[in-house]
Antibody
Framework: QVQLQESGPGLVKPSETLSLTCTVSGGSISGYYWSWIRQPPGKGLEWIGYIHYSGSTNYNPSLKSRVTISEDTSKNQLSLKLSSVTAADTAVYYC???????????WGQGTLVTVSS | DIQMTQSPSTLSASVGDRVTITCRASQSISSWLAWYQQKPGIAPNLLIYKASSLESGVPSRFSGSGSGTEFTLTISSLQPDDFATYYCQQYNSYPWTFGQGTKVEIK
């Protein structure tokens, strides 16, 4: 069964770049869409964007100017970079997989990132 | 962006109750709607996709219906494991958007 594991710094300073990795085990990156979603503490879910295994990407316009999602097929990893962060970017960040580009079938456990000086 | 509005925001119910949660889209999304269950500190879990298709492994007491702009998630007989927050999500158009959530509490 596929497992997704997010990792990265739990604390990022304002104006810096948030960088997270999603490591996929029990399956290949190929054939799927890989999304990043975030959830501020006590709040709802926000889709950040996805990368298709072909390399195509789609980002939420609200974050598009600051977001980059990429893949490393040799390591079976996805990455998220979010630049110029502020306290409003404090959230649990999830990676998730879906086959058809729509509903999110498999999720990582999430990782909390706090933006603070 | 398509806005998704869930009602109610909080629902108090007892074990064995039939529970219905509504999700309305600000414009038609055909049947491109998913439902998720989330428990505290845990990632969301897919329950329903394409408005009414039950994800593999999800108990049959969960069902979804609707199309266009109005959708419902029904739990036919609420079980102790079902007390959680439920989210709808549209994937008709980008950016994909979620409802604000409905918390199902013990009455």
């Amino acid at each position: 069964q596929v497992q997704l594991q997010e990792s990265g710094p739990g604390l990022v300073k304002p104006s810096e770049t948030l960088s997270l990795t999603c490591t996929v085990s029990g399956g290949s990156i190929s054939g799927y869409y890989w999304s990043w979603i975030r959830q501020p503490p006590g709040k709802g879910l926000e889709w950040i964007g996805y990368i298709h295994y072909s390399g195509s990407t789609n980002y939420n316009p609200s974050l598009k100017s600051r977001v980059t999602i990429s893949e490393d097929t040799s390591k079976n990893q996805l990455s998220l970079k979010l630049s110029s962060v502020t306290a409003a970017d404090t959230a649990v960040y999830y990676c998730a997989r879906d086959r058809y580009g729509g509903y999110l079938q498999h999720w990582g456990q999430g990782t909390l990132v706090t933006v603070s000086s | 962006d398509i806005q998704m509005t869930q009602s109610p925001s909080t629902l108090s119910a007892s074990v064995g109750d039939r529970v219905t949660i509504t999700c309305r889209a600000s414009q038609s999304i055909s049947s491109w709607l998913a439902w998720y269950q989330q428990k505290p500190g845990i990632a969301p879990n897919l329950l329903i996709y394409k408005a009414s298709s039950l994800e593999s492994g999800v108990p049959s007491r969960f069902s979804g219906s609707g199309s266009g702009t109005e959708f419902t998630l029904t739990i036919s007989s609420l079980q102790p494991d079902d007390f959680a927050t439920y989210y709808c999500q549209q994937y008709n158009s980008y950016p994909w958007t979620f409802g604000q959530g409905t918390k199902v509490e013990i009455k």
